[in-house]
């Protein structure tokens, strides 16, 4: 399979061209979990920031709580949605996009999992956790060869991602206008058997991530693409743990 190929619309074929001579230039799979992990405690290091600032506040009250952490939850928002878009279509810049992308999602991750957290007591590390165990489970299939990524897996995986984004963006345009679709945001057995889907695309897109980081790395893709590959299973990383903290919002509240 070319990776150049990929449906997947940012795998673009200039991403790969080599612009270097030395093979210590090349792209290798160890450099990119380094870079993985490396933005991984970015991204703790910005939660603990907002979760501290969230929960130093409501000692006065849950407003204050909320006022503490709003705006750093916009600079997060924003600032994650710019460097994303800054990754993905100047990927010689990940080096130093992807560790501040890492540090915003941080921000905003910290201050929405306060919020939760203060509403259903536990909800957070059990999140982590499952987080954690689906991202080795994916791992573990995907490297037995129990999920083999071909053009028609490709193709399922992107096709239903993009139906959820559509979904979603769907939704965002429909609160502008004061509608809101329930089966997103309620607790109903349609919302969370929703939910659950969302959760198993996230899931299955980390498959689509390790054959990307493997085949990349095996083609000998230029260095800087391992800070690439870092960003595209990071921003998998975040989705897959904002939809289950999701999920377990929602069963929380049928309680």
Avoid: C, H
Avoid at 118 to 131: D, E, H, K, N, Y
């Amino acid at each position: 399979m070319n990776i150049s190929k990929s449906s997947n619309p940012v795998f673009r074929e200039n991403v790969f061209s080599r612009d270097y001579t030395n093979p210590s230039q090349a792209m290798t799979i160890n450099g990119t979990m380094n870079k993985t992990a490396l933005m991984l405690l970015l991204v703790i290091a910005g939660a603990v920031f907002t979760w501290n600032k969230f929960f130093d506040a409501i000692a006065t009250s849950p407003e204050a709580g909320m006022a503490a952490v709003g705006p750093w939850l916009l600079v997060g928002g924003i600032g994650g949605f710019i460097t994303v878009l800054v990754t993905v279509f100047r990927p010689q810049s990940s080096g130093i996009s992807a560790p501040i992308y890492a540090v915003f999602e941080g921000l905003l991750l910290g201050g929405i999992s306060a919020i939760l957290e203060m509403q259903f007591s536990g909800i957070v590390i059990r999140a982590v956790a499952l987080t954690m165990a689906v991202f080795l489970a994916m791992l573990f299939l995907y490297r037995s060869g129990a999920i083999k990524v071909t053009n028609k897996f490709m193709m399922v995986v992107f096709a239903a991602t993009a139906g959820i984004a559509l979904v979603y963006l769907g939704s965002f345009i429909a609160g502008l206008f004061g509608a809101q679709m329930s089966f997103l945001y309620g607790n109903s057995n349609f919302s969370i058997g929703f939910s659950l889907v969302v959760v198993a695309v996230a899931a299955l897109n980390l498959v689509l991530d390790f054959s990307f980081i493997e085949r990349a790395s095996a083609s000998g893709a230029p260095k800087y693409m391992e800070w690439y590959g870092a960003f595209g299973l990071m921003v998998t990383l975040v989705w897959l743990y904002l939809e289950i903290l999701r999920l377990l919002s929602k069963v929380a509240s049928r309680d």
